[in-house]
């Protein structure tokens, strides 16, 4: 049972005999209530606050002639902390840490008491033991629109170093150390003359450029190897009857490494005739799955999550959440993913308007994305700090 108040442990009297030594903190003079304990002080560790973490025991022994039962509470003999448990299974005191209690990295410490109990329930000695739980902490990766994508430092990374996107997935760094809200550059048909950043969101319009790319890269962002999975959430909204945003995750090993699936999403307006969600480069045959019952009503903001698992190369599973809801509005698994295009950006996430011949104009909020794949409930109130959502 979790946040228990308090468990206690019985015993026959004659199973408690004997033994002795041990000490204590306090006791009843004519009682001896002396105990042992295999452990003094627990530690947890936990990745994020999405991990589970063993359960780990505490045993109680050389249990004096009074003892007839242990009781384990916090040092004033009430509840226990909220984000630990106790189940008790013999003479052991099984205690279970929750790091989904917490939102975001940091160390926890408490105190429980394990206390000895004659007959009439009396306590006759206690002792003292420390728990810990640290935990690292969803190691999200970052794009707030504070400035445009290629500027040097508007993105940080997972690590907690800063980094920029590329344009249109070219070689080089393509980037701006300008911090001007527009950026006039074109590399062959890569054109983002119109796009700008004001109060914190990134504006992307390429209806004036019909049949060119206007999208960012940014490289390396999953691990080699399988399984792998990867967590998107985003924040944007239509401002036109054509094409949203568009993301995509570019599935296969890092630095130019054997190439691995390719998943894009499109967010499109209501008005528009594939309406709603639509999923390209889903499997060879459709090549395009659409969900016209999530739509993105012109103007309207929506907190779209994407969650994309890897078992190897063209297998896996991909679910997208709108606006929280514990239920995904696409849940679907793959069997012949299409592959990454070859090449330094075969392990990367883009975004924008991805694909030449297809145009729109909408606004990003932020974008942000981790390692793991995670469900919108466990991402509940865990999000990085000061970013609107709809329903996180």
Same mark, same amino acid.
């Given at each position: 049972?979790? =946040?228990?108040?308090?468990?206690?442990?019985?015993?026959?009297?004659?199973?408690? !005999? !004997?033994?002795? /030594?041990?000490?204590?903190?306090?006791?009843?003079?004519?009682?001896? /209530?002396?105990?042992?304990?295999?452990? +003094?002080?627990?530690?947890?560790?936990?990745?994020?606050?999405?991990?589970?973490?063993?359960?780990?025991? %505490?045993?109680?022994?050389?249990?004096?002639?009074?003892?007839?039962?242990?009781?384990?509470?916090?040092?004033?003999?009430?509840?226990?902390?909220?984000?630990?448990?106790? #189940?008790? #299974? $013999?003479?052991?005191?099984?205690?279970?840490?929750?790091?989904?209690?917490?939102?975001? &990295?940091?160390?926890?410490?408490?105190?429980?008491?394990? &206390?000895?109990?004659?007959?009439?329930?009396?306590?006759?000695? +206690?002792?003292?033991?420390?728990?810990?739980?640290?935990?690292?902490?969803?190691?999200?990766?970052? +794009?707030?629109?504070?400035?445009?994508? @290629?500027?040097? /430092?508007?993105?940080?990374?997972?690590?907690?170093?800063?980094?920029?996107?590329?344009?249109?997935?070219?070689? &080089?760094?393509?980037?701006?150390?300008?911090?001007?809200?527009?950026?006039?550059?074109?590399?062959?048909?890569?054109?983002?003359?119109?796009?700008?950043? #004001?109060?914190?969101?990134?504006?992307?319009?390429?209806?004036?450029?019909?049949?060119?790319?206007?999208?960012?890269?940014?490289?390396? %962002?999953?691990?080699? $190897?399988?399984?792998?999975?990867?967590?998107?959430?985003?924040? *944007?909204?239509?401002?036109?009857?054509?094409?949203?945003?568009?993301?995509?995750?570019?599935? $296969?090993?890092? @630095?130019?490494?054997?190439? /691995?699936?390719?998943?894009?999403? +499109?967010?499109?307006?209501?008005?528009?005739?594939?309406?709603?969600?639509?999923?390209?480069?889903?499997?060879?045959?459709?090549?395009?799955?659409?969900?016209?019952?999530?739509?993105?009503?012109?103007?309207?903001? =929506?907190?779209?999550?994407?969650?994309?698992?890897?078992?190897?190369? *063209?297998?896996?599973? %991909?679910?997208?959440?709108?606006?929280?809801?514990?239920?995904?509005?696409?849940?679907?698994?793959?069997?012949?993913?299409?592959?990454?295009?070859?090449?330094?950006?075969? @392990? #990367?996430?883009?975004?924008?308007?991805?694909?030449?011949?297809?145009? $729109?104009?909408?606004?990003?909020?932020?974008?942000?994305?981790?390692?793991?794949?995670?469900?919108?409930?466990?991402?509940? *109130?865990?999000?990085?700090?000061?970013?609107?959502?709809?329903?996180?």
């Amino acid at each position: 049972m979790r =946040h228990l108040a308090w468990a206690v442990l019985a015993c026959a009297l004659v199973a408690c !005999g !004997g033994g002795g /030594g041990g000490g204590s903190s306090t006791s009843t003079p004519a009682q001896n /209530g002396n105990f042992d304990l295999s452990t +003094y002080a627990l530690t947890f560790s936990a990745a994020t606050p999405l991990s589970t973490v063993p359960a780990q025991t %505490v045993t109680a022994s050389n249990l004096g002639p009074d003892v007839a039962a242990i009781r384990v509470s916090n040092t004033s003999g009430g509840a226990i902390a909220s984000w630990l448990s106790i #189940s008790i #299974s $013999g003479s052991s005191a099984i205690i279970t840490a929750y790091p989904s209690t917490f939102n975001g &990295a940091a160390t926890y410490d408490t105190v429980v008491r394990v &206390a000895s109990l004659n007959s009439s329930g009396q306590q006759l000695s +206690y002792k003292d033991v420390t728990v810990q739980l640290t935990i690292a902490g969803v190691a999200w990766g970052s +794009y707030k629109a504070d400035a445009m994508p @290629n500027t040097s /430092g508007a993105v940080t990374l997972a690590s907690g170093q800063s980094s920029q996107f590329l344009l249109c997935n070219s070689s &080089a760094s393509s980037s701006s150390s300008s911090s001007s809200s527009s950026s006039s550059s074109s590399a062959g048909s890569c054109v983002l003359t119109n796009n700008s950043v #004001s109060s914190g969101v990134l504006t992307i319009d390429s209806t004036a450029a019909v049949g060119d790319s206007n999208s960012y890269y940014l490289r390396n %962002v999953l691990p080699d $190897g399988y399984p792998k999975s990867i967590t998107t959430v985003f924040r *944007t909204r239509s401002l036109s009857t054509y094409n949203g945003l568009s993301v995509m995750l570019n599935m $296969g090993e890092s @630095n130019g490494g054997a190439n /691995g699936g390719r998943m894009q999403i +499109y967010v499109q307006d209501a008005t528009y005739a594939n309406n709603g969600l639509v999923l390209w480069n889903f499997d060879f045959t459709p090549q395009a799955v659409s969900f016209p019952g999530v739509a993105n009503p012109t103007t309207s903001w =929506h907190t779209y999550q994407m969650t994309v698992t890897m078992t190897n190369a *063209t297998t896996g599973n %991909v679910k997208v959440y709108v606006d929280g809801a514990s239920t995904p509005a696409v849940n679907r698994s793959f069997t012949s993913l299409e592959q990454a295009t070859a090449g330094v950006a075969q @392990n #990367s996430i883009a975004f924008g308007e991805i694909n030449t011949g297809s145009f $729109g104009r909408f606004d990003l909020d932020w974008i942000v994305w981790t390692n793991g794949a995670y469900t919108a409930t466990q991402l509940k *109130t865990k999000l990085p700090s000061g970013l609107t959502s709809e329903g996180y």
